[in-house]
């Protein structure tokens, strides 16, 4: 089962401690799987929608406003 993402998927922090060399968390998945992607690595934690990844310590916008 493939799932598709609202706006495109990144990888996680925990996929990129499982696999530093390939995945950086907040980066792009590949590019073949970036808008549908195998939905046995979501439910495993190791990618999220862009639109719902926050980074440690990374502040958003509306947090200011």
Same mark, same amino acid.
């Given at each position: 089962m493939m799932v598709k993402a609202q706006t495109h998927w990144v990888?996680?922090?925990k996929a990129e401690k499982?696999? &530093?060399?390939?995945?950086?968390?907040?980066?792009?998945? =590949? &590019?073949?799987?970036?808008?549908?992607?195998?939905?046995? =690595?979501?439910e495993d934690g190791i990618i999220i929608d862009s639109s719902e990844f926050k980074k440690t310590g990374q502040a958003d916008l509306f947090e200011y406003l």
């Open positions: 990888w996680t922090e499982e696999n &530093p060399q390939r995945s950086k968390a907040g980066v792009p998945i =590949w &590019p073949h799987y970036m808008y549908d992607a195998p939905g046995k =690595w979501l």
